[in-house]
């Protein structure tokens, strides 16, 4: 089936199996941090959680939500981080809206390598749909084709998260 061979984020083979993976416990907590030892693309950071794009997007706006502290079971997140995130996540589709306007989205999280989770800390991704993603290029060309750079989409959400994770934002809940 062509899907099973193809529809992948390519680049993330090596980094899932340790080849490009940079030598360090918790590569979110160094994009927490600010290490220069991990590429950061974070778009946001409080008290409770930063927001980062991902590395490996599977569509422009694929972003993470992860919490502060290093967890790595929903269970562990206090009720403030339960809120503070879903909001969060409500705010960053609105935001995506906004800018990409997809057709819909995959909200979820992976928790467990058994689960498909790549990274030991609970993290939230949100991904936009927009109807048949894959392409001819995709298929024959064994590569996965984005229509916007990483840099392009952190500079328009940037520019623009403000007004949809404003302190009002969360007062208007």
């Not at 996540?89 to 990409?100: F, V």
Request: aromatic share 10%.
């Amino acid at each position: 089936m062509v899907f099973e061979d193809w529809l992948q984020a390519l680049g993330k083979l090596d980094y899932v199996q340790g080849k490009t993976r940079p030598k360090i416990d918790c590569i979110l907590c160094g994009v927490r941090d600010n290490d220069d030892r991990v590429v950061s693309l974070k778009i946001y950071h409080d008290d409770l959680l930063f927001i980062s794009l991902n590395l490996y997007p599977y569509n422009p706006g694929h972003l993470m939500v992860v919490p502060n502290r290093h967890l790595v079971s929903y269970g562990d997140l206090s009720k403030d981080e339960i809120i503070h995130i879903s909001r969060t996540i409500q705010g960053l589709q609105l935001l995506i809206d906004d800018l990409y306007h997809p057709l819909g989205y995959n909200i979820g999280m992976n928790q467990g390598k058994i689960a498909g989770a790549s990274i030991d800390h609970l993290h939230f991704h949100i991904v936009p749909r927009f109807g048949a993603e894959l392409g001819f290029i995709d298929i024959v060309g064994k590569t996965r084709v984005l229509p916007e750079g990483l840099e392009s989409v952190k500079k328009k959400l940037i520019a623009n998260i403000d007004k949809f994770l404003s302190k009002s934002f969360f007062e208007n809940f």
